[in-house]
């Protein structure tokens, strides 16, 4: 249950909760432009959930709900909406930073971004590429010392990725657990984990069934290292009749 009241509570804030204010028109696509995107860890080649990706007018360090967008389970992201100029890209994700050197939006323009970042921390980010126009870009991480946790959960039987399977890393109570959604392809990844002993619990639903829960114990986590476990799931289980 407090696994999935912090769902709920990460959908909540990432979509600002419930509206109250005025009901705004949506930007004319033809005087505004578009930023979308994947993000990964550059080690692990791992999509990203739950990322924060700020488009912030340059030199303002301006984060509105309209210029910010949080990642999917596969990594993406969308930015639409954005007024022509000049934007200064900011990445969020656990205890990293990265910042990245300004990028151009042009009217009627989707500005395609492959961001690749170093998600433990501790390394200077690597150059991304971006597809529709080549800005140079870098940046840096805040902190390293942490440890990243990914894996791939699939289907015992059948070997088959199971997407939107919840992985909850913790050390103690549950409600400081960190949490990651498998992707499309079943990967999933935890990043900015202290070193420590780890509990893995991972829930996965059945339609016409419910919750299907596997735990993993002491699973160990390193500084400045990723560390992988594959899980498997029995997803043969029905309901009684």
Sequence with gaps: MIQRLLIASAFLVACGGPSTGPTLRPADPSTTGTVTGKVRDRSTGVSLSFATIVASPAGTGERAPENTATTGGGGEFEIPGLKPGAYDMIIYYSDVDVRWQRIDVKAGDKLALDIEINASGGEPQEVASARSHSPTQTGSASKG?????????????????????????????????????????????????????????????????????????????????????????????????
């Excluded at 909850?168 to 420590?196: C, Y």
């Design 145 to 241: 010392g942490r440890g990243i946790l990914t894996g791939t959960v699939v289907d015992q039987a059948s070997g088959e990725p199971l997407e939107g399977a919840t992985v909850a890393a913790t050390v103690g109570l549950m409600i400081n657990a960190q949490i990651a959604v498998a992707g499309e392809d079943g990967q999933f990844s935890i990043i900015g984990l202290r070193p420590g002993t780890y509990k893995l619990s991972v829930f996965y639903r059945l339609i016409d069934y419910g919750d299907i829960e596997v735990s993993i114990s002491n699973v160990e986590i390193s500084g400045g290292k990723t560390t992988s476990v594959p899980i498997r799931l029995d997803t043969s289980v029905r309901a009684a009749d």
